[in-house]
């Protein structure tokens, strides 16, 4: 019995209890709707559990070492993400339309997903260099280490990686100490600039944004996903169907059901009350990020947990409001819930960077 208690305490002194919790039950809520998702396709359940199992083991090695040594991997790892997207801009296959893999000879990999770790990294690794009040020239040097992999990612095209690493990057920024006053004028900027980017747009890309607007204008092509989504969310009531139960799901009439539609299936059949506990859990995993990213002990630490916390509500609020009608469809799953190994592996792993930064409180600046 002691030494199981030895064990036990070595395997979890480095694991934070309540944000452990909290990943937990959106993980195991992830799976039973994925069985329902499925129509009970236990070999699809079981691929997701292992996917999950993978996750966690990454988490707790990362969650084991201090943050200030990982430190270190932040250059080699951006430099070596951006070779791959040269990588795959030179040699990468192309599926349908897009060149977003790199064959290595054992395995094909994407690496863009990587570098929505290696970006975070590398800048606050930036200002963690120039950690006493960050001049101009700092952040037009940050800025430059951003636009670099979105540009390659966008050459792919990837749109929507695109975006959500330009954000985790933003973020750094905006933590960093950038004035609201540039925000403001940067705002403007975009704001100005919008006819221009739709004129560098791709014909889905516009498409994707026309149907936003109205979905019925092609109701069995591009504005079908929405449509069937917004039908299921509405369908649910306040109570929901029941597990299982939901007509749009279990009549195959909702697309993309187990991976990034996978919230409209939980409305359908859990309804209002059971999306208000969702979000409730996410703000609780949420709320639980925040504090130890105020409990930070040094700059690079606040920063990468800022923007992880920060990040991870993007997903939530793109994935939601993208199911929902109200943003354009981007491919962006819903945390730790929808179906997939690289994004489950990609948020924990963040998650183990966070428990690093909670249990390893009394780190020194390298």
């Not at 997207?85 to 040699?91: E, N």
């Not at 969702?278 to 504090?291: D, E, G, S």
């Not at 994004?343 to 792993?349: E, F, P, W």
């Amino acid at each position: 019995m002691f030494g199981f208690s030895k064990l036990w305490h070595y395997l979890t002194r480095h694991i934070d209890g309540l944000l452990f919790a909290g990943i937990l039950l959106l993980m195991l809520l992830g799976l039973t709707l994925l069985y329902s998702a499925t129509g009970a396709n236990l070999t699809r359940v079981s691929n997701q559990a292992v996917n999950m199992l993978v996750a966690l083991v990454i988490m707790w090695l990362v969650a084991n070492v201090p943050l200030q040594q990982i430190m270190r991997l932040a250059l080699p790892m951006y430099l070596l993400g951006i070779c791959l997207l040269v990588g795959v801009a030179l040699f990468g296959e192309i599926n349908n339309g897009a060149r977003r893999w790199l064959d290595i000879g054992i395995t094909r990999i994407q690496p863009s997903e990587l570098m929505k770790v290696a970006v975070p990294l590398i800048m606050a690794w930036y200002f963690d260099k120039h950690e006493i009040t960050p001049r101009l020239r700092d952040y037009t040097g940050a800025t430059l280490l951003l636009l670099l992999p979105i540009l390659l990612i966008l050459r792919q095209p990837d749109l929507g990686t695109a975006v959500l690493i330009a954000t985790s990057g933003f973020y750094v920024i905006f933590l960093a100490g950038l004035s609201w006053r540039v925000i403001a004028g940067l705002c403007v900027v975009g704001a100005a600039s919008v006819p221009l980017a739709w004129s560098f747009m791709l014909d889905y890309q516009r498409q994707r944004v026309m149907t936003l607007f109205d979905p019925s204008q092609d109701a069995l092509g591009a504005g079908y996903h929405i449509i069937q989504s917004t039908i299921a969310i509405g369908s649910g009531g306040i109570v929901g169907k029941g597990w299982q139960n939901g007509t749009q799901t279990q009549l195959d009439f909702l697309p993309e059901r187990s991976t990034d539609f996978i919230f409209a299936v939980f409305s359908e059949e859990f309804g209002l009350v059971g999306c208000i506990l969702l979000l409730t859990l996410y703000l609780l995993v949420i709320a639980r990020c925040m504090v130890i990213t105020a409990n930070a002990s040094t700059q690079f630490t606040r920063l990468i947990a800022g923007s992880i916390t920060l990040t991870f509500c993007t997903y939530i609020i793109v994935n939601i409001g993208m199911v929902s009608g109200i943003l354009p469809v981007v491919g962006v799953p819903l945390p730790l819930i929808s179906y997939g190994g690289t994004s489950m592996v990609t948020m924990l792993l963040g998650f183990g960077m966070l428990m690093s930064i909670q249990t390893h409180p009394k780190l020194v600046k390298t």
